[in-house]
């Protein structure tokens, strides 16, 4: 089902604000339900932790649907709240409005792993903790740490702290900052960390309580505090996040009936030593039932689940939903009690948030008012972002804290959903968000001198003829930079870069309109794009720009615009081609779906002359078609080299920093000092084999008529 965007927005918006206006703090009534993706198991044991704390059931979702099990649950639970754990890339946006309909939907995500960790760990302790737990986790790894962070989950779940991940040799300053504001003075480390991580916590003054290397070690300091175990059969990672978590519980994981035998052994040793109150088996049924048939031969007590893996999960929540329950009253009386108590210190802190969020929202939108289609969509988000600012600071003006940090951090949500909606546009913003989230302090610190430069280079020769606004904003960055505030002072640099070019812009107009009268021009790049045909020219003077053209701030927009609407018109003729041949309707289903995710609402830049159905849109064809690897998806799993025409994955790589170069023997990868040649054809060889294959067209159509399921409404 294709979502009208605009239509939830504004719902959303009509929501929030009844909830949150009416927001108080009463005697739990139902337990929350937490969701996180089965795409990874990193977002789910995030989530335990949290869930352990307040009382929630915890669920795994695949990325487009619920399954019905799953649904039936959540509708058995009847929640106050759904937290959605991750991003939209792995929980869809559908599954979030599908939702929203009936329960108030919260989601709490940051762009990686790293990030959407601190982003709960910040989010559910509010508070503050003094203890958290550090476990070692690597992006891309799609089952290597599985084990390591379930156990690690285990030791946050039994000792009711957060649960953090981190690299092995860096702390991530997303990461930093989430202990910081939880004031964490004591850390679990699990995994095999490097000196220069742990140098860097005692930097911070946080100290190491223990240190467990391996997956025994590991269990074995969970087991010290727990009142339940959980055994899992389990085949594969998907089966270790089928039953994450039991109140106050560990969960052992068997891979193997050669294993039963020692874990009857090890049973035998945590129930003489500790008070464990129940056993419960789930998982893969063949060996989940060899399990419970050896622990009935030992005259160990348990209760043995078995079934398909929504089915686990479903029933072992409504077994847990009483102690659940009591959890729930019990955060609610003491944890927010504590939250109330130190909410005065943080008025300043909420204010300031809400305040850089409005901020990067208003330059977003002003940068997005020069491309596609996509403005009206970000500009109705706008509106709730500013209802929500006004709301926040309306709140910490009447001290009601608790509803303050509720608007903050939604705001900050709607924030980064209105740069995730504009990725293929703003791609920097998306970059940004991940480096903060994987590169350490000092990294970014050089990165952020590095962005103040280039923002002072480009703007030195009218600098002072600048306004106030951008003064100001790159002020402010130069103060959290010597206060050693890096993400904060890259947030304002970043609001600063398009302040202080949306004032070049205008005040490049002005010299051009004073300066032609007097026919002396200054020598500044101006940039201009053409209203009638879309070219955008970088001109050497603003004497320069032709009658009729209008100056903008940067031509990249432009070219990211049209780039976009190109890969429409192809996916668009290629469809049109498949019906004509008779295509099976499951190849057409797959290639409409990509044309519904790619090009769902247009991509001509809104400036331009925008053509009713099987218009054409001229295009410029003096510059070859070069194609060439690409670097993508940088700081993800499935980042590395792409072929720009097809998209096509060439090889997986660390590229974000790397450079290509053409070649006679092909492309060279330039990274750092290590060189590699990627074979291919470049330049004017490639460019006449191309079109000796296939002519480039001269037209571009960006809305055929007979394709209407991809037209902008």
């Known amino acids: 089902m294709f979502i009208n965007f605009v239509s939830s927005i504004l719902f959303m918006k009509k929501l929030i604000y009844a909830i949150l206006s009416l927001l108080v703090i009463q005697v ?24 352990n704390k307040i009382g929630a059931e915890v669920y795994w979702v695949n990325k487009e649907t619920i399954p019905e099990e799953i649904y039936s649950a959540i509708e058995n639970a009847n929640p106050e709240e759904i937290y959605i754990i991750g991003g939209p890339a792995v929980v869809s946006e559908e599954i979030e409005a599908n939702l929203s309909q009936k329960y108030n939907v919260i989601r709490i995500w940051g762009m990686t792993r790293y990030g959407t960790a601190a982003e709960v760990a910040k989010y559910f302790w509010k508070e503050g903790s003094e203890k958290a737990v550090l476990v070692r986790d690597e992006i891309g790894s799609i089952d290597k740490y599985a084990e390591l962070v379930a156990k690690a989950k285990d030791i946050a779940v039994t000792q009711e702290i957060p649960l953090l ?148 999960a479903k029933t072992i929540a409504e077994k847990f939903r009483k102690d659940l329950m009591k959890l729930r009253e019990r955060y609610q009386k003491r944890e927010i009690q504590k939250f109330r108590e130190i909410a005065s210190e943080k008025a300043e802190e909420l204010k300031e948030k809400c305040e850089i969020n409005y901020e990067k929202a208003k330059s977003v939108l002003h940068e997005l008012n020069e491309s596609a289609g996509l403005y009206s969509v970000a500009k109705a988000r706008f509106e709730l972002i500013k209802t929500l600012r006004e709301e926040c600071l309306k709140a910490v003006e009447n001290r009601d804290y608790e509803k303050a940090y509720e608007f903050a951090y939604q ?179 797959k290639l409409l779906k990509e044309l519904k995710e790619k090009c769902r609402r247009g991509w001509v830049p809104e400036k331009l002359p925008t053509p009713p159905v099987a218009e054409i849109l001229p295009v410029k064809q003096e510059k070859p078609i070069i194609c060439k690897p690409v670097c993508k998806a940088i700081g993800t799993r499935s980042e590395g080299w792409y072929d720009s025409c097809t998209g096509k994955l060439i090889k997986w790589a660390k590229c974000a920093d790397c450079k290509v170069e053409c070649t006679s023997q092909g492309w060279l990868i330039i990274c750092g000092n290590s060189l590699e040649i990627i074979p291919g054809k470049c330049k004017e060889e490639q460019q006449k084999e191309r079109e000796e294959k296939q002519p480039i067209p001269k037209d571009l159509i960006l809305c055929p008529d007979k394709t209407p399921e991809i037209c902008p409404q």
């Not at 339900?33 to 335990?48: E, F, G, K, P, W």
């Not at 089966?239 to 039991?246: E, K, L, Q």
């Not at 740069?419 to 990165?447: A, F, P, Y």
């Not at 009658?547 to 996916?571: H, N, P």
């Open 28 to 51: 739990a009534t139902a337990t929350p339900v937490m969701l996180a993706t089965d795409l990874n198991y990193a977002d789910i044991l995030v989530a335990s932790a949290a869930a």
């Open 165 to 312: 991940l981190v690299p092995k040799n860096t702390l991530p300053a997303e990461t930093e900052e989430a202990l910081k504001e939880l004031g964490v003075k004591e850390i679990y480390l699990v995994g095999e960390i490097e000196q220069s991580l742990k140098t860097m916590l005692k930097e911070l003054g946080i100290s190491i309580i223990s240190e467990a290397k391996t997956l025994e070690e590991a269990e074995n300091q969970a087991i010290v505090n727990a009142k339940r175990i959980i055994i899992t059969a389990v085949g594969g990672w998907k089966d270790i996040i089928t039953v994450t978590f039991a109140p106050k519980g560990v969960v052992l994981h068997i891979r193997n009936e050669n294993q039963i035998p020692q874990l009857i052994e090890k049973l035998k040793e945590i129930m003489e030593r500790y008070n464990i109150e129940e056993i419960k088996v789930v998982g893969r049924p063949t060996l989940a039932e060899k399990i419970c048939n050896a622990l009935a031969e030992q005259g160990i007590k348990h209760e043995c689940i078995t079934g398909k893996r929504a089915f686990v």
């Open 411 to 589: 705001l900050k949500h709607e924030v980064r959903m209105l740069i995730w909606d504009s990725r293929d546009l703003i791609e920097e913003d998306i970059k940004e968000e991940i480096l903060s989230e994987v590169k350490s302090r000092n990294e970014l610190r050089t990165r952020a001198f590095a962005i103040k430069s280039e923002i002072e280079k480009d703007l030195e020769k009218i600098f002072e003829e600048l306004p106030m606004q951008c003064k100001e904003q790159l002020r402010i960055a130069n103060k959290l930079l010597n206060e050693g505030e890096i993400n904060k002072a890259i947030e304002r640099l970043r609001i600063a870069k398009r302040v202080c070019e949306m004032a070049k812009t205008k005040k490049l107009k002005e010299i051009r309109k004073a300066e032609k009268e007097e026919r002396i021009c200054i020598q500044v790049i101006t940039p201009a794009i053409n209203p009638e045909t879309g070219e955008c020219i970088e001109f050497p003077t603003p004497c320069d720009v032709p009658e009729g053209w209008k100056i903008v701030g940067s031509c990249e927009i432009v070219k990211k615009a049209k780039r976009k609407a190109k890969e429409c018109a192809e996916l668009a003729r290629k469809l049109e081609e498949m019906k004509e041949r008779g295509a099976s309707e499951e190849e057409i289903e």
